[in-house]
């Protein structure tokens, strides 16, 4: 069953996956997008964490459009009173830092602003309070004691999916080991 667990090799760009068992109240059933990864450690955004905040709470300068709602995700619990988005883009923005197949991380909220008031669909955003990082070697071990399952991202994961959807989705994925946790309860012992 090992092999199962890593399917793409750790790097930025890939989706950690918590794997059934990991317990640890800040990542349980969540879906990392990897964002950085090296010697120095990782970097990465729980991408199916949303909050009960919207973003025009926290970023009050923002101008939100009438009917729009954007919910402010959970990142991760490093330096949760730091606001970043990933964008999904056409092109590269100015300092921003590509993550994969388009999708840019980045803290510039002229891009955000200019997101919101454009009539283009196919570029969108996630805005995240907090990150995910690991201390150099941290990562590792936790894959080596089988926390993660390691996938290729898909931006569709992370910007058109349900968040509430994303974890299960992916589990049902891997086949049958693991479809029967899609259905499993936040809290095992509620079950």
């Not at 840019?104 to 995910?132: M, V």
Request: hydrophobic share 40%.
């Amino acid at each position: 069953m090992k092999e199962l667990f890593q399917k793409a090799p750790l790097g930025k760009g890939i989706f950690l996956v918590a794997s059934p068992a990991l317990r640890d109240p800040n990542f349980r059933q969540t879906v990392v997008l990897l964002c950085e990864h090296s010697a120095e450690g990782a970097l990465g955004f729980v991408v199916n964490r949303p909050t009960a905040m919207g973003l025009s709470e926290v970023l009050p300068q923002i101008p939100i459009l009438e009917g729009q709602r954007h919910v402010l995700f959970s990142g991760g619990p490093v330096q949760t009173n730091q606001v970043m988005v990933l964008y999904r883009l056409q092109n590269l923005p100015d300092g921003s830092h590509h993550v994969f197949d388009g999708v840019f991380l980045g803290g510039d909220f002229k891009l955000l602003d200019q997101i919101l008031t454009s009539e283009n669909t196919t570029e969108r955003f996630r805005a995240y309070a907090g990150y995910s990082g690991w201390g150099p070697g941290q990562l590792e071990n936790e894959m080596q004691s089988g926390s993660w399952i390691t996938l290729p991202a898909d931006p569709a994961l992370v910007f058109e999916t349900d968040p509430a959807k994303v974890w299960a989705e992916i589990l049902r994925s891997l086949g049958e080991p693991f479809r029967i946790y899609a259905e499993m309860p936040f809290d095992p012992n509620l079950n």
